[in-house]
């Protein structure tokens, strides 16, 4: 009976109250990777990488570890993850706050993904002038 | 709310240290719950301060080795240790998470903690390494 009567479509719902599952999934499985990622690039970056007298990282050694593949992968997979899941995170508890309506939750995504991309791009150019 | 003893001999202190650890309150869950969300922030801001920290290798002119050799003071330990601490309470909360989704069964006192445990221990663990 329900889809005989067409319906108006409501503009102003609550978006806290819902995700996809995609965005749900995306979230827990960007942050599992993220806890390989941070620990691969705490122990690389921090520990061996530090020059043992002054205890300075010098872009040299920076330069040299970034010539192979595996830590181009770890930089560049960690930037991106990074800025995928904390700009989610920050999206839904802002969302969780209450009285976002669809109009403004799409507005900050927007916002969010531009910042990020832009991030994202910032990390790439210095990426490049640490290999030179 | 309406059993609060307002003549009760125990110290405010006791009484809220009693609450929470009986869940009649906020339980410990609650806590780390917010923590999780505010170590979150701290670390996206971080995220953001660390990108333009290495973008400084972009400026010509020692920039990068001058905030580097700033960095090298072994008083930006006491921050790294603090920071460690960090993202150790908001990752293992968060493998939490993700177990409490995967497993609906499982009980979130006593994984709540779990987290605060492991999170000290592999703290301590790691302040120790760094110091």
Redesign the interface.
Known sequence: MQRDIPQATVWSVDRGAEMSIAG?LAQ?WT??L??VF?LAH?VVA?FVVVSPT??????GEVASRLQSGWFQVLDMGL?GL??YH??N??LR?IVSAGHVGNRLYFVLLGLFWIIGIA?TY??V??FR??LG | MSTIPTQSSKSTYLRFWERTLSDRRMGVGSYVWSLH?VT??V??AY??AH?FV??T??QSGGS??NI??V??N?GVKVG?IIL?WV?ILH?VN??R??AL?LAPSMNHRISAYAVVAVTVVLGIVVAVFIW
Request: no cysteine; hydrophobic share 65%.
């Open positions: 749900w827990r942050g599992v993220l806890v941070l705490l921090h002054t205890g300075e990282i010098s872009a930037l990074a800025l904390g700009f995170g920050v508890v991030l910032y990390g150019l210095v002038a640490f | 969300r979150g922030f670390m996206v995220l953001v990108l290495l973008g290798i972009l990068f080795d580097m050799s960095l090298a072994p790294e460690i993202a990752g968060g493998i998470l993700f989704d």
